[in-house]
């Protein structure tokens, strides 16, 4: 029989501590919520009154709940108040001497039948255990932030955590409606360990001017639907937060470059930039531990705005290419109203992306997306030629032809001797670097990179690759192009990967490491990605969606051009592509697909 728990405890009221609150007592556990201070219990009474009021407007909580919620918590300063709870949780900040401190003085105040439990993201369970005169009794149980909304619970059990206590902690979490994930103490467990290298190499892109915040947090969320890019990510976590985090995962996690917190991070705390619970971070906020962004200096201007940069007129449009991308890119082009010359090696490849083009417009059709005449239109706008000769009078030109430099370097040789000055040369390389094609012309200062993402009429993304020639005025026409095409088009610099394929392989590459040293299964990996961090799919599931061959290709890349130590692909994802086990397309990656 699980042990039961009536009240449990719960010190330090701040961004974690306040959810962990709302959690216990909207499951009908009473709980002594404490801080160190009046004005600190204050604030915490505060935020959960802010978080239940937030939940009855939107019809998630009944009022006379929310009433019968408060009811249950019992506010006070001091640990002396938690002398005959069943369970503590503390959530205090991120700093061992104090969490030491405070497990010594729980285990003098509090029951010696009673479970003590952390909720750190990062310090040694064990280090915090060994305060106490009861290591067997102390565990880690992590929650994710917000913790009223995420589901995942990671239990941390150390060497000396008795088997009962994991057993009881975790049927807690299912009480608490919470799926759990239990493992051994290591730095960052599961979740943050994949996620904080991410994080930290995402403020680095924004310290180095690579990309504006913006960008960066909408390259993210619409590149790989992910519910808030990783800026946005830190200011809800708390900066400082997430400073004492990555320090900890630096040293305890073997001294890992890609976890020594980006110099920046250290100047924003101290310049009390802690993100939304002090009203300003990457962000500004409307006020002290509102969700609510405002506009600050940084904001760029409306769309409009950036028009008036510089921005040329675009009216007819070059593709070319008869692969996968070339044929979304035309469609994309046509569907916008734009004149697209479609230049491909001959009549009969033409023919084909014509097919393709009118399969999928139908579909459009079929889905009422579109109307036929609108189907019509986009149809006739489309010309058909088989030479470069065509593009001599189109505005701009998207390249999309197979992935080598020498052809995209011939190719954008005879743009340069067909096309007219003014026109913007756009490749939609992933992997080149763009500089080396703009430069196989006269004029790289006309010369960009146009990311698409796969399917091009379905991606709401394109990343707008801006080179050390390229002009603003390129730049801020390929960028007005995106918006005309009903997309976000994100300025990045020419480094391997763009934004996002350098911010998400390096992670899917850390979560085959972690699988590589057993640390956890697969399946208990993608559920603390998606339940933990509301990510749509796991590490491994996109793995073999998106190919390890691909995954391989990509990474070795982005250690051949930054030789981080950090990104040498992994063994594992090494041996399975040798293998063969490619993913989904050969029925066999990390998973086997055969029956499904
Ligand atoms: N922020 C996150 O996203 C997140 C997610 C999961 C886990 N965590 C972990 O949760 C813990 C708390 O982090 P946070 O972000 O909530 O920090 P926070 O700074 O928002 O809150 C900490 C609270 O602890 C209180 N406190 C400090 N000393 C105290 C004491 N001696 N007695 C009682 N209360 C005291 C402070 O007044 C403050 O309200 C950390 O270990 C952190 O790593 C954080």
Known sequence: MAREFSTVGVVGLGTMGAGIVEVFARNGIDVVA??????????????????????????KLAAADRDALHERVHFAVGLDALHSVDLVIEAVPEHLDLKQRIFAELDRVCRPEAILATNTSSLSVTEISVATTRPNQVIGIHFFNPAPVMKLVEVVRTVVTAPEVVADVEALCARLGKV????????????????????????????????????????????????????????????????EILDTMYRRGGRDRRHAPVPL??????????????????????????????????????????????????AKVGVVGSGTMATGIIEVFAKAGYE???????????????????????KGVVRGKLTEADRDAALGRISWSATLDHLADVDLVVEAVVEELSVKKALFASLDEICKPGVVLATTTSSLPVIDVAMATQRPADVVGLHF?????????????????????????????CAALGKTGVVCGDRSGFIV???????????????????STADDIDHAMKLGCGYPMGPFELLDVVGLDVSLAIQRELYLELRE?????APLLEHLVTAGYLGRKTRRGFRDHSHR
């Open 34 to 59: 404490v801080e160190i201070s009046e004005p600190a219990l204050e604030r915490g009474r505060a935020t959960l009154s802010g978080s239940t009021d937030r939940a009855v407007a939107k019809g």
């Open 180 to 243: 759990d994930v239990t493992i051994n103490d290591r730095a960052g467990f599961i979740a943050n360990a994949l996620l904080f290298g991410y994080l930290n190499h995402a403020v680095g892109m924004f310290e180095s001017h690579y990309a504006t915040r913006e960008d960066i947090d909408a390259a993210m969320k619409l590149g790989c639907g992910l519910p808030m890019g990783p800026l946005a990510l830190m200011d809800l976590i708390g900066l400082d937060t997430a400073y």
């Open 265 to 314: 991070l250290k100047q924003m705390v101290t310049a009390g930039l802690l993100g939304r619970k002090s009203g300003r971070g990457f962000y500004t906020y409307e006020r002290p531990g509102s969700p609510v962004v405002v506009p600050d200096e940084a904001t760029p201007p409306a769309a409009e705005a950036a028009l008036a940069d510089g921005a040329r007129a675009i």
């Open 340 to 362: 697209v010359v479609s230049v491909t090696r001959g009549a009969e490849k033409s023919a084909k992306v014509c097919e393709a083009v009118k399969t999928s417009l139908n």
């Open 453 to 481: 993402f796969n399917p091009a009429p379905v991606m709401p993304l394109v990343e707008v690759v801006r080179t050390i020639r390229t002009s603003p005025e390129a730049t801020a026409t390929a960028r007005a192009v």
């Open 501 to 519: 394929n350098a911010l998400l392989f390096p992670y899917l590459n850390d979560a085959v490491r972690m699988l590589e040293a057993s640390y």
């Open 565 to 569: 130590p950090g990104f040498a692909p």
